[in-house]
């Protein structure tokens, strides 16, 4: 089928249009979560960081206003996400805030925990323990459990300076050094059940 110039430009022309009409419609939900304060991120001070959830180490932006956290995103200059974020990543912003359903306004996540707690055997009630309550817990609990289980040698004979009896299971928080960190601890221990949830 023969086209005539006048044709072409009036097709192009409504191509264009039509593409200008979807990026603006595209844009339609941004425009919409200004605030009283206007838009959504003005006047905030941005931070480029780390996602929290796993050693992906996919790059974010983080807004804050007035030490308020505002939002979290993706960040396209970082070169292992370029912005994108799994749907893990894309709900830090509830680690922090929540939005009330009343107000529509975001606040401190209250259910967010901020302190060690403990549940003990035979208790149905959650304690809450400073940090050196719980280190000296924890510590206390792998040297009794090292010292009653420690084999040095097996039953041939052979030895293996191991301890059985305690486990890691690492989640996939953890980044490199993290991981560095708790490896030599636990091969320091003699542990040889030592677990990690990403398999990358
Ligand atoms: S949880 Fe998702 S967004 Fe966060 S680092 Fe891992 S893959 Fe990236």
């Not at 089928?1 to 939900?29: C, I, K, N």
């Not at 990543?89 to 996540?109: C, L, M, P, R």
């Not at 191991?162 to 050094?177: K, M, P, T, W």
Request: aromatic share 6%; hydrophobic share 35%.
């Amino acid at each position: 089928m023969g086209m005539t110039r006048r044709g072409f430009l009036q097709l192009t022309g409504a191509a264009l249009m039509s593409s200008v009409m979807y990026e603006f419609a595209g844009q339609s939900p941004a425009l919409a979560v200004g605030t009283a304060q206007g838009w959504k991120l003005i006047d905030v001070k941005e931070t480029s960081t780390i996602c929290c959830y796993c050693s992906g180490g996919c790059g974010t932006i983080v807004s804050v206003r007035g030490g308020k956290l505002i939002n979290i995103e993706g960040d396209p200059d970082h070169p292992v996400n370029r912005g994108g974020m799994c749907s893990k990543g894309s709900s830090q912003f509830a680690v922090n805030s929540i939005y009330n359903d009343k107000t529509g306004e975001s606040e401190i996540n209250p259910n967010r925990l901020t302190k060690p707690m403990v549940r003990r055997a035979g208790k149905s009630e959650w304690e809450v323990l400073s940090w050196e309550q719980t280190i000296d817990e924890i510590a206390k609990r792998v040297k009794k459990t090292r010292d009653e289980n420690y084999e040095a040698k097996d039953d041939k004979g052979v030895t293996v300076n191991r301890c059985e009896a305690i486990a890691s299971f690492g989640a996939a928080a953890l980044d490199n050094e993290e991981g560095y960190a708790l490896q030599k601890l636990c091969r320091g221990l003699g542990m040889t059940y030592i677990e990690h949830q990403a398999r990358i």
